[in-house]
């Protein structure tokens, strides 16, 4: 399969089992079975381009649910996660993060650590290119440290590489009614060549529907707020802003993947088999685009299969962008799953080249998460962080190194 990349056409290297190195073990795909990865590769399931296995190395963090990871200016590795305790005399529990740290490429590992002065779940980092840290991330109304009976979210900011934060509540303050409940921001801000800062802030549908394009031009200190955002009459429960990702491609679109309730978004020509409401682990993902950096958007298209879900969006470095999402409910295996889109976000094949980036979490389990994202290295290592429910029903973190086979350039 031959694709246009910048004037050449492109051939996808198709490696062999050679390139994966040690042991390991693999289930063979038959009819509906699933593809399992293994400890030192990943599995390729119905490979076309790829290889059936990737090189991999796993390592383990420790205890925690939902990591992300980035690179940092200095070239250090961070993963956040969050966990949760019980404090003495409290009547209730707290959401805190606790943090991993790696000079070496993802190879060895310090933490975990607690990160001081800051609570919550979900946490979902952004660096920017003056080395400024953005961590997103809500707080339950469970959590003794939310006094509201709803939840909200936080934008965090760190200037110091994660070890000082500096926090705004998203509410009422904001132009969200009431006292901002149930308010949720992408997972990343977007950083434009100009430097300005993309945000994408929301309400949903029990606090009114606001959507805005908050706009930052010194890298989150402030936030022009001003920005409300056409989305074409879209409505879902946790707002169009809400474990999602919005991406720019080189031509300047934006593209956006939300997660939205399967129940009141069905996938086309599959309405009858729709789950029911009341489980939001079923919930699924749609690819929307914006040609006016937020302002307007557009749906392009149904973005998977019910049950999918925490999408990120990855640009390599040889122009292909890696798109891995999070299978929680209805299929075996759960975990991070990715496929590769070659011709700047037109097309995506969900059947072909299924990369397994992950299956920690055991048939007959709950979801352990999944959840995280992938980075690149200046040498084109790619780092998934992940976390998975283990046999004895804790949740795990674990960081995974791995590779693609190289693409060939040759003449048209």
């Known amino acids: 399969m031959n694709v246009l990349h910048s004037g050449l056409v492109t051939t996808v290297l198709v490696a062999t089992l050679a390139m994966v190195t040690g042991g390991g073990w693999a ?22 381009l790829l290889p059936p296995r990737l090189p991999a190395q796993r390592v383990p963090l420790g205890p925690g649910y939902k990591p992300s990871i ?42 975990p650590e607690e990160l001081q002065g800051i609570t919550g779940r979900e946490p979902f980092l952004t660096v920017l290119s003056d080395g400024t840290l953005l961590l ?59 430097g300005t800062v993309l945000l994408g802030v ?22 022009d707020k001003s920005t409300e955002c056409d989305i074409m009459g879209w409505r879902d429960v946790d707002g169009f802003f809400s474990n999602s990702e919005t991406f720019r491609l080189p031509s300047g679109k934006l593209l956006h993947i939300n997660r939205v ?26 690819l929307w685009e914006s040609t006016d950096n937020g302002v307007t958007w557009r749906k392009v298209r149904d973005m998977g299969d019910y049950g999918e879900m925490y999408p990120q969006l990855l640009q390599l470095a040889d122009g292909r962008i890696l798109y891995n999402f999070t299978v929680r409910d209805l299929k ?30 055991p048939e007959g389990k709950a979801s352990g998460g999944g959840y995280g994202n992938t980075i690149q290295l200046p040498d084109s290592t790619l780092l998934t962080a992940y976390s998975y429910r283990g046999e004895d029903n804790g949740t795990h973190v674990e960081v995974v190194r791995w590779n693609l086979p190289p693409v060939a350039q040759t003449e048209e």
């Open 27 to 48: 289930e063979e795909e038959s009819g509906d079975e699933p593809v399992l990865s293994g400890q030192d590769f990943i599995a390729v399931k119905n490979p076309v």
């Open 70 to 111: 980035a690179l940092l200016k200095s070239g250090e590795l961070l993963v956040v996660a969050f966990t949760s305790r019980r404090p003495e005399g409290a009547e209730g529990f707290e959401e805190y993060f606790i943090s991993w740290r790696s000079p070496d490429a993802g190879v060895t590992w310090s933490g």
């Open 136 to 194: 997103s991330n809500h707080l339950l109304s469970q959590d003794i440290n939310n006094k509201e009976d709803f939840w909200y979210s936080h934008i965090r900011r760190s200037t110091d590489e994660g070890h000082t934060w500096e926090s705004h509540r998203i509410g009422k303050e904001d132009g969200f009614p009431p006292d901002g409940k149930g308010t949720a921001t992408d997972r990343q801000a977007v950083e434009l060549p100009d």
């Open 202 to 223: 929301s309400t949903g549908m029990n606090a009114g529907l606001k959507t805005y394009m908050w706009r930052s031009t010194d890298f989150g200190k402030t936030w």
């Open 261 to 286: 309730e399967s129940h009141r978004h069905p996938i086309e020509g599959q309405e009858e088999s729709k789950p029911a409401p009341g489980w939001d682990q079923t919930d699924r993902s749609m």
């Open 332 to 361: 075996y295996p759960l975990g991070i799953q990715a496929i590769i889109n070659y011709d700047e976000g037109e097309t995506w094949d969900f059947a072909h080249d299924r990369i397994i980036v992950e299956s920690g979490t």
